[in-house]
């Protein structure tokens, strides 16, 4: 499974992006989908999950409200939508791919997008 990220960039405080994941390659029917982040100097934290059928979500306390996961199974993307972004959401942004099911720890994934920069100006 290859991941490709996309829809980083440069956004004021208050400020909106979508970030997007597709998947190709040999994928794999019922992964569950995470997003992870990691900011210079910081270890890489949790950001949100997502089911295979996208009915279970499960979100990071420090963005709970402000971002939402989806997924388009039939273009094999996952969605980042990231609204209201404080600066401390900066970070490069990466998607991740689980076997059966999503997680909020980075080590039950096995396939890694390259990750894109968020980068959010007070």
């Known amino acids: 499974v290859q991941l490709q990220a996309s829809g980083g960039g440069l956004v004021q405080a208050g400020g909106s992006l979508r970030l997007s994941c597709a998947a190709s390659?040999?994928?794999?029917?019922?992964?569950?989908m995470g997003w992870f982040r990691q900011a210079p100097g910081k270890e890489r934290e949790f950001v949100a999950a997502?089911?295979?059928?996208?009915?279970?979500?499960y979100y990071a306390d420090s963005v709970k409200g402000r971002f939402t996961i989806s997924r388009d199974n039939a273009k094999n993307t996952v969605y980042l939508q990231m609204n209201s972004l404080k600066p401390e959401d900066t970070a490069v942004y990466y998607c991740a791919a689980a076997r059966a099911s999503y997680y909020s720890t980075a080590r039950q994934y096995d396939f890694w997008g390259q990750g894109t920069q968020v980068t959010v100006s007070s």
């Open positions: 997502i089911s295979w059928s996208g009915v279970g979500t």
């Open positions: 390659g040999r994928t794999r029917s019922r992964d569950g």
